[in-house]
Every structure is written in C-alpha cells, then in structure tokens.
C-alpha cells in the first residue's frame, strides 16, 4: 500500500485509485482475450461445432473422437520425438558450446553473435533456408555430389519416416545458441574460488565439471528446459515452412493438427479440443516453474 | 598444463585448445551455412542454381532476383512483390511495439511501486499469458475480430500483438523497477508528487536499457509472428505471411532466387536490430526467462 504524507481527502483517494486505474486495461484485455478466451475454447471443445461455434454440450464425444484420431496419434508422436530430441540436442550443443567458449577464446566477441542470430530470424525464414538446403535435387545432396561423392544420399525431408529429423535440425539450429548464451550467463556467474580449491584437492578438468561446474548449473538447466519444451509445443510456422505437415501427414504436429482440423476441415469442437490438450501440456510444465519464481520474489 | 588463467580457473593443454578452436569454428560454419546460402543464390541467375553447386559464388552477379521478390513477383494471386507486404509489417509492427512497451512499463510501475493486495497473482496471471498455446485462442479471436470490425485489418493485427506482447513487457519492467529503490519514490511522495508525475521525473529517466530491450523484443516478435498474421490478416497480410505464400505457390517455375532475396527482405529488419543491439537481445531473451 502506497503512503500518503497529506492532501485533501478526495485526492488522497483518487491517488489510491490511479495505480489501479492504470493496470485496469492490462488486466482487461488479459481477462478477456486469454482467460476469457481460454474458457470459451474449453466449452467450444464439448459443443458439436464444425464450421461455426454451436452451444449446446454433447460431453466428451471431441476428445474420444480426438484420441481415436489416427493424424491425431501422429501429431502427438512427432511432438513427442520432436521436443525430446530438440531438447536434448540443444542442450547438449549448448553446454558443450558454452564450456569451450569458456576458456578463455580469443574471438569470442566474433564467434558468439555468430552462434546467436539464428534466433533474430522468423521459424518462416528458417524454414525456407533449410527446406532448400536438404533438397535432394538442389542442396546438399546434389552439392556432394558435384563435389565427387557419388554415392552421398540425404532425401530425409522427402522420407516419410525421416522427415520429421529435417525439423528438429532446422530447429536445433535456430535455438542452440539461445542455449549456449543461457549456459555461459551461468558460467560465468559461478564464483572461481570454488573451482580452484578443488583444482588444489587434485580435481581433474572432467572432474572440475561433472562434479561441480555442471550441478552449478542448474537453474541454467531448468529455464532452458522450460524455454524449449514450451516452444517444442507451440512449433508451428517452421513446420509450415519446412514441409507443410508432409510428405503427406508425416511432420504433423498439435499445432498443425488444430489449425486445418478447426479452419479447413471445419471440425471446431475436435480442433477445440485438440488445443486444450496443447494448453495442458503447457500449463504442466509452466506452472510449477512460475509459482516457484514468484514465490521466490514476492 | 599452461598455467591456470584469471577468467576460469580450468587450464588446458596446446592440444586441448587446438580442438577446441577447431569445434568452435565448425560450429560456426554450421551456423552460418545456410544463411551463406541464401544470400549467395539470391544473387544468381536461376539456370546457375538448377543446374549448378549452391556453394559455389555466382558466375554472373545479379540483383534482378532481388527487384523481383521486391516488386514484381507473384504472391498468392497478385503480382505485387513483397513491397506492399513489407509496409503492411511496418504499419502493424511500429503501434504493436509502442503501445504494448508503454503498457509494459505503466503496469511494471504500479506493480513494484504502488502495490496492493492480490497484485502477485495479477502478475503471475499475466505471466502465464505469455507462454499459453495461441490456438486455444484462435477461434474466440477469429470470431471477436469479426464481430468488433476490426478482422483482416491492421488495427485488428496490433490489437492481438498488444494483447499477447503486454504480459512480456509488463514482466521486463517489474523485474527492471523491482530493483529501483523505494525510498527515492518514497521521498517524491512526501513531497507532493503524484503517481504520473513520479513516472515521468523518476521512473522513466532511468529506464533506457530496459525500454530497448523490451522495444527490440517486442519489434522481433510481431515481426516474425507468422500464426496471427495467417489467421487475422485477410487482405492485409504481414511479410511472413507473404514470403510463405511466394515459397510455396506452385504455380509455374519456382524461383528458388527469387525465394532467397524474398526470405532475406523478411529476415533484413530484425537481423539489422541485432547487429546493432545485439547485446540488448541477448538481454531480453535472458530476462525473459533467467531472472535477472
């Protein structure tokens, strides 16, 4: 609560209502377009609604239709291939980037933007960058191939069974750097005394981080992991741009799925539930990370 | 072993760091391959491509790739080039970025400043705005938009980006504030001055860092959104939107030079504010998620 030394009454009062005042059309506009919004969709999910919305409640025919849904299978599993390999993968180029930047390079200033903007860069831009640069027929493929390594053979974005891999490099690309700046932030936050006290115990290098510098890491860890599951789930453009969902349905994904089942296929309700399933996963792993970084700073 | 360095107390053999410098490079080439790429093919007839190495630099310069994706080429079924396109970004970005910013640090002031009962969890609520799936607002939206006038317009198009950008710029500027000290508003208090007033002398003089960042994440988000200008656009699509339509119209000969200068024109302003404030970036990618 705010103090007041003196002044009349009436605007003692209205100065009490101005902080207020102010953040009312924020919390509006957040009360309506996403918790409003959120709630519209939740009901929309239990209406029989195709092309327009439709208000009378059927149960949870959407979801039981949804999860007998053969696309709806592939969506998930190539999420779920998607975002484990994503995560992971830019994990590990992350940490492994940012403890070699860590010693000491001449060039870092050079080598470090370098690594980073891809993130400046639209999922669309990317996509269409990479779509062309694992063409069979144009990219690196053809480009070995000229270069006398006939029997070089990379066709997975036209593969079914692999073209799901063509995302999570494009997107390994774009957001490993992101990782690596996260990781060296930490790094460089860790007290050195530390380090050299075990180095006089004898520690080796490996030791030195598996045994501390690495443990040392982990609220590092934590944001990356939260930043990355929660853009592995909303990944949408890239996959637009990259192979459009294809060769046939085999790069769907949640977010995909929503869009043509709601807006081209005209299945609201199932495209309604699909993306309550999506905001689910989201709230899953949100949540706790908010309320423990809220908590901490009241 | 070299002797341990100030920076990090782990030291490393000649050979050690002979392979690092070589994993550092190579990832560096990793990185900026495909965007060497696009730049090179971008400037080549399209015969060179087709029938030649995308490694290789162009034999016959030429920007005429470049004045078509600009001004001539097909997208969707007119042939306007992505200029109008272009402008249609710049119309949504510019309001997007200010009024979103402005709101950002209104509500960081009276969030850390002039606190009340419950303003935690209006934060944590906002916060969580940031990160929900936008397809389980879409179809609401879609709907609103059409129902307020505003559906495949601009002013439709900022509004959203007002809307989903606010809880981002709220939390750079709490978290910015948080650390301002109290007493100084404390002080300005006691003296008569009110809430606009203590904004405008104390709190908004102090805030250069803070604004750039939340400004350049603002701009590269909007810019880049691709979901919203898809889905909200109708006749005036933002350049992703567009750039997107040129890639995969399938329709005659595809232009894979044409395509490049197109993908490069869309990526130009926010590769352009990055290598001028790069720094700043990398700022507000951290803030939004490690706590500053």
């Not at chain 1, 009312?24 to 929309?44: D, E, H, K, N, R």
């Not at chain 2, 699509?237 to 044409?258: C, D, F, I």
């Amino acid at each position: 609560m705010a103090n007041y030394a003196s002044g009349a009454d009436f605007r003692t009062k209205l100065q009490g209502w101005i902080p207020k005042l102010v953040l009312s059309p924020s919390i509006a506009m957040m009360l309506v377009f996403v918790y409003g919004f959120i709630i519209y969709t939740v009901y929309l999910s239990f209406t029989n609604s195709k092309m327009l919305p439709k208000y009378d409640l059927i149960g949870i025919d959407n979801y039981v239709r949804l999860w007998g849904l053969s696309t709806w299978w592939t969506a998930v599993t190539n999420l779920a291939i998607f975002a484990s390999l994503y995560i992971i993968i830019c994990t590990v180029i992350g940490l492994t980037l940012a403890i070699l930047l860590d010693q000491k390079i001449r060039g870092e200033g050079m080598l470090r933007p370098i690594y980073l903007y891809p993130m400046a860069l639209s999922f669309i831009v990317t996509g269409t960058a990479w779509k062309w640069f694992l063409d069979p027929g144009i990219g690196l493929e053809n480009t070995m191939h000229l270069w006398g390594w006939e029997s070089f053979e990379f066709n997975w974005i036209k593969d079914r069974n692999m073209a799901i891999y063509t995302i999570v490099i494009a997107a390994v690309w774009q957001t490993s750097g992101f990782v690596m700046a996260m990781f060296l932030a930490g790094l460089r936050g860790i007290d050195n005394e530390i380090l050299k006290a075990a180095q006089i115990d004898g520690a080796s290098n490996w030791q030195l981080y598996r045994r501390i510098v690495i443990p040392m890491l982990r609220p590092a860890f934590l944001s990356a992991f939260v930043i990355l599951a929660h853009l592995a789930v909303k990944s949408y453009d890239l996959v637009i741009a990259l192979t459009g969902g294809g060769p046939g349905r085999a790069t769907e994904l949640p977010a995909t799925f929503m869009y043509s089942y709601t807006f081209t296929r005209n299945q609201m309700g199932t495209g309604a539930a699909s993306a309550v399933i999506m905001l689910m996963t989201i709230a899953a792993i949100m949540m706790p990370y908010l309320y423990a970084e809220l908590k901490e700073k009241p | 072993m070299a002797a341990a360095t100030q920076d990090t107390a782990v030291s490393s053999g000649k050979i050690t760091r002979v392979f690092i410098y070589l994993v550092l490079l190579l990832s560096a080439l990793f990185y900026l391959l495909p965007f060497f790429v696009m730049v090179v093919n971008s400037l080549k007839p399209l015969d060179e491509i087709t029938g030649g190495n995308m490694m290789a630099l162009p034999q016959t310069w030429t920007i005429e790739p470049w004045l078509k994706a600009w001004s001539t080429a097909q997208i969707g079924v007119e042939a306007t080039g992505l200029k109008p396109y272009f402008l249609n970004s710049i119309l949504m970005v510019v309001p997007a970025v200010v009024i979103s910013t402005g709101l950002g640090a209104l509500n960081g002031y009276v969030l850390t400043k002039w606190r009340f009962r419950g303003d935690t969890i209006l934060f944590g609520l906002l916060l969580f705005s940031c990160f929900i799936p936008f397809q389980i607002v879409l179809i609401p939206m879609a709907t609103i938009l059409g129902k307020i006038g505003l559906a495949g317009s601009i002013p439709g198009l900022v509004l959203v980006h007002v809307v989903y950008g606010v809880g981002f710029t709220t939390l750079y500027y709490r978290n910015y504030y948080a650390s301002f000290p109290n007493e100084l508003v404390r002080a300005a208090m006691i003296d008569g001055a009110g809430f606009f007033r203590i904004f405008w002398r104390i709190m908004l003089p102090v805030s250069g860092p803070i604004t750039v960042v939340s400004v350049i994440w603002q701009f590269t988000n909007v810019w880049n959104d691709f979901l919203f200008g898809a889905s909200f656009g109708g006749q005036t699509q933002p350049m992703t939107v567009a750039l997107n339509n040129l890639v995969q119209s399938s329709t005659g000969v595809k232009e894979y030079n044409v395509h490049f200068a197109g993908a490069i024109l869309a990526a130009l302003p926010t590769l352009l504010v990055y290598i001028v404030a790069g720094r700043y970036f990398v700022r507000g990618l951290m803030a939004g998620s490690v706590k500053g």
